[in-house]
């Protein structure tokens, strides 16, 4: 009799994450309802000014999901898609909110599409309650004091302000 070969389902759930947000885990979270294992990957971007160092970012990512299973964590630099293929993984995972977003997931998509062909995007969309925030928008209100307490878990809460207290210093 044939044994029916068992391939796991793995994504990359690829980003800034600086820092991650309740809307990211949203996202996660969701997602291994698809996949067996989901691989959230930190770009190391030098051009892209970023307010945590990566390590901080992945210490933050780590600290946020340590309750979830299946979940890995790691960083890549140069093309997303060699990264998924040198990973194992058939698809990327984003997270789409509104139309903005829209334009340039739908050229990222389009683009990863034809550098290879073998690799699927899969979006889902934003749970209605995070619709609106961002890493970046969250940052700006923290920045003039806005309370961001319900937007990123405490650990990421507490750090976001540290780091601005230290910034002002
Ligand atoms: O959280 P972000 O900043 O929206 O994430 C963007 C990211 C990391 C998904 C995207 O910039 C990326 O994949 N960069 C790696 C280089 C690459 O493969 N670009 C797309 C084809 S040119």
Wanted: glycine letters at 6%; charged letters at 30%.
């Amino acid at each position: 009799m044939k044994r029916k070969e068992l391939i796991q389902k793995v994504a990359v759930y690829p980003g800034s994450f600086d820092p991650v947000t309740y809307g990211h885990i949203d996202i996660v979270q969701r997602g291994r309802k698809i996949f067996d294992k989901i691989i959230v990957s930190i770009l190391h971007n030098p051009a892209k000014k970023a307010l945590f160092t990566v390590e901080e970012r992945l210490e933050m990512l780590r600290e946020s999901m340590k309750d979830l299973d299946g979940i890995e964590f790691d960083t890549f630099d140069g093309l997303l898609v060699d990264y998924v293929q040198n990973k194992g993984a058939q698809a990327v995972l984003r997270g789409m909110r509104a139309v903005s977003d829209f334009e340039h997931e739908f050229q990222l998509a389009l683009m990863n599409r034809k550098l290879n062909r073998n690799i699927e995007t899969i979006f889902l969309m934003t749970g209605m309650r995070w619709f609106f925030t961002s890493s970046s928008i969250i940052k700006e209100a923290a920045l003039f004091g806005g309370d961001i307490s319900d937007m990123v878990p405490p650990n990421v809460y507490e750090r976001v302000k540290d780091k601005y207290n230290h910034l002002k210093r």
